[in-house]
């Protein structure tokens, strides 16, 4: 499914786009270093994710039981989850809950140096300021594929 374009409604501020950068780091490097229970705490007690896959995780208890279920999978990998092209929307209705729309690229490089990736996604998340930091409350990851072409 091809992601359409969107207008963004609102202008963000150079701060909070810096901030919205910085919790993706802070968050990736979490689950990078598989830092599972970590990368599980920038969700909200209910977040949920939502796979390419149709795959749904509700919860910290069960995010963090389907990642560990996934552990076996990158022995011996070092994985990077590489974030770009950043749209961010404020909620009008809630200056607490922003709507954030990215690409993702993941690597996987093994003891060699070899460095494979991964399908291309771009991913829905809806952000949320809980006692003054950022946490994901919602993630839905959908998988690329090729732009139908106009007709002529």
Known sequence: MSQAVQAVRSKVTGDLYAEVQTFYARQMRRVDALDIEGFADTFTDDGVVVHANGERAQGRERMVAGMRAN???????????????????????????????YYTLVTQTDREGKVSFQPTFTVDDVLVRRDGELLTRSRVIHRDTPVELPAS
Do not use: K, M
């Not at 999978?73 to 200056?95: G, S």
């Open 71 to 101: 552990l076996p999978r990158y022995r011996d990998i070092a994985v990077r989850h590489w974030f770009d092209h950043l749209l961010i929307e404020t909620d009008p209705a809630d200056e607490d809950t922003l709507r954030v729309s």
